[in-house]
């Protein structure tokens, strides 16, 4: 059975869109519904990347 997996060449697109969109914009909604212990370090995390890429969170 062949895997059906993205080529490799679009990691580091998945990286940019998951720093970029999904982890400033749509993390902290899930995990508060999953598991609210990890939302202090998941802000922390979110405050970390949102600096690196410029103080906004893209849309």
């Known amino acids: 059975m062949q895997a059906r ?3 490799l060449e679009l990691l580091p697109e998945f990286i940019n869109h998951f720093q970029t969109v ?3 914009d ?3 909604e899930y ?3 999953r598991d ?4 202090p370090l998941l802000q922390k995390m979110i405050d970390k990347v949102t600096d ?8």
């Open 26 to 28: 749509r993390a902290l």
């Open 31 to 33: 995990f508060e519904e």
């Open 52 to 59: 690196a890429i410029g103080g906004q969170p893209q849309q």
């Open 36 to 39: 609210e212990t990890v939302l």
């Open 5 to 7: 997996a993205y080529p």
């Open 22 to 24: 999904w982890l400033t």
